[in-house]
């Protein structure tokens, strides 16, 4: 296992243990954009089969080869997608978790439909209310994770968020664990290389991390 592998793991596995949970239920989502062949390889032989990508061309330029010799592996999209990139996105990911609006719900259950396919999604939730994120409202949660689940047949599986980068990220979270309660959802994708351990005491299921795993990214 590489090191930097192997110590992201260790302290998930202690902000879980500390927060009275199983290390099993946290789950990490390396997040391999930008970063090649020759980074990532390492990663996949150390064992890791989960990974977050930011962008649909990048993904398909990197992991059908990886996925030849690695097929176990589980691909999140966790970057913002546009509606003329869905049918690809669907082919590629086994998870889209940035699900922000009707249109591109829509979009969705209709390639799901004329392709045959099932993917879990995430609702990204705008838990900041910041102008510049994507993500549906708050307020506005509720009745859109009703559009995917019961009018489009969206299989909601989880939430996302992204919460200001200044400031404690707790009160986010718990904002994004409460709307996950409501609507009766087990998956909270939150927590990132410099708030992950916040993000697992608050309920995260899945951590996005990045550069503690595989360094800084080329052009950073």
Not at 76 to 94: E, M, S, W, Y
């Given at each position: 296992?590489?090191?930097?592998?192997?110590?992201?793991?260790?302290?998930?596995?202690?902000?879980?243990?500390?927060?009275?949970?199983?290390?099993?239920?946290?789950?990490?989502?390396?997040?391999?954009?930008?970063?090649?062949?020759?980074?990532?390889?390492?990663?996949?032989?150390?064992?890791?089969?989960?990974?977050?990508?930011?962008?649909?061309?990048?993904?398909?330029?990197?992991?059908?080869?990886?996925?030849?010799?690695?097929?176990?592996?589980?691909?999140?999209?966790?970057?913002?997608?546009?509606?003329?990139?869905?049918?690809?996105?669907?082919?590629?990911?086994?998870?889209?978790?940035?699900?922000?609006?009707?249109?591109?719900?829509?979009?969705?259950?209709?390639?799901?439909?004329?392709?045959?396919?099932?993917?879990?999604?995430?609702?990204?939730?705008?838990?900041?209310?910041?102008?510049?994120?994507?993500?549906i409202a708050p307020e506005e949660a509720d009745d859109f994770i009703h559009l995917c689940r019961d009018e489009l047949g969206l299989t909601v599986a989880g939430l996302?968020?992204?919460?200001?980068?200044?400031?404690?990220?707790?009160?986010?979270?718990?904002?994004?664990?409460?709307?996950?309660?409501?609507?009766?959802?087990?998956?909270?994708?939150?927590?990132?290389?410099?708030?992950?351990?916040?993000?697992?005491?608050?309920?995260?299921?899945?951590?996005?991390?990045?550069?503690?795993?595989?360094?800084?990214?080329?052009?950073?």
């Open positions: 296992m590489t090191r930097a592998l192997e110590k992201v793991l260790n302290k998930i596995a202690t902000a879980a243990e500390s927060a009275g949970r199983p290390p099993e239920d946290v789950k990490l989502v390396a997040v391999s954009k930008v970063h090649g062949l020759d980074v990532i390889t390492p990663v996949l032989e150390a064992g890791q089969r989960l990974f977050g990508e930011n962008r649909v061309q990048e993904a398909a330029e990197k992991w059908p080869a990886l996925r030849q010799k690695f097929p176990d592996v589980r691909l999140h999209l966790i970057g913002p997608l546009q509606t003329n990139k869905v049918r690809q996105a669907v082919h590629l990911f086994d998870v889209i978790e940035t699900v922000d609006r009707p249109k591109l719900a829509r979009a969705l259950a209709r390639i799901f439909e004329e392709e045959g396919l099932r993917r879990d999604v995430y609702v990204q939730v705008n838990v900041g209310r910041e102008e510049q994120k994507a993500g996302m968020c992204i919460p200001p980068a200044e400031g404690d990220p707790a009160p986010y979270f718990d904002l994004l664990a409460e709307i996950a309660r409501r609507n009766d959802i087990n998956i909270l994708s939150m927590g990132m290389s410099g708030d992950f351990e916040t993000a697992i005491r608050h309920g995260a299921t899945h951590v996005r991390i990045g550069t503690a795993v595989f360094g800084t990214r080329p052009g950073y």
